[in-house]
């Protein structure tokens, strides 16, 4: 059975992560990339120290319209959430989070809406699994919705659960 187009351009940006990931393209390169649906995963009950990039499938299309007289095009949005449980590890001896991790974490999440930016901007993630393309739109695409770093960091989840959480939130055209 085949994936949904939602899930199909979950899975092909995980894959893009972990090949730029293996590559040294960020200056991170230890973390788990994975895909999931919002809500099924609770990120306030984390329980190891790893890393996580998680790509989360839309609850919707933001537009589908009519690409030609036999097929469609589709548009949304997938967010891409970074987030990590902060330690012992990750703290200064008043226990305070350490500013430079901060620093290495809130990177990553500039690094990967660059990522986006400046490579996809130009190429596209194919599907296989649909013969399909997805190229990732911005405001120069005449979207009224960008593509866009959403939360550099919650100051919410540092403070309440010692975690580290940034969302970037990147626009897809599936034709």
């Known amino acids: 059975?085949?994936?949904?187009?939602?899930?199909?351009?979950?899975?092909?940006?995980?894959?893009?992560?972990?090949?730029?990931?293996?590559a040294g393209d960020f200056e991170i390169s230890?973390?788990?990339?994975?895909?999931?649906?919002?809500?099924?995963?609770?990120?306030?009950?984390?329980?190891?120290?790893?890393?996580?990039?998680?790509?989360?499938?839309?609850?919707?299309?933001?537009?589908?319209?009519?690409?030609?007289?036999?097929?469609?095009?589709?548009?949304?949005?997938?967010?891409?959430d970074v987030h990590q449980k902060l330690g012992i590890a990750q703290q200064d001896s008043t226990q305070a989070i350490e500013r430079d991790e901060l620093v290495r974490l809130t990177r990553l999440v500039e690094q990967i809406h660059e990522f986006f930016w400046g490579t996809l901007g130009e190429a596209y993630l194919e599907l296989t699994d649909h013969n399909k393309n997805a190229d990732w739109l911005d405001r120069r695409d005449g979207i009224e919705k960008q593509s866009e770093v959403l939360v550099a960091y919650s100051e919410r989840y540092l403070r309440e659960y010692r975690q580290f959480y940034g969302i970037c939130r990147e626009l897809f055209q599936v034709t």
Not at 1 to 22: N, Q, W
């Open 30 to 80: 230890e973390f788990v990339t994975e895909w999931d649906f919002e809500g099924r995963l609770d990120d306030r009950e984390l329980t190891d120290d790893d890393l996580h990039v998680r790509v989360i499938v839309p609850r919707r299309w933001d537009r589908i319209q009519r690409d030609d007289r036999s097929s469609l095009e589709y548009i949304a949005a997938w967010d891409i």
């Open 1 to 22: 059975m085949a994936d949904s187009i939602l899930v199909s351009v979950a899975k092909a940006i995980v894959e893009e992560l972990e090949t730029r990931r293996k």
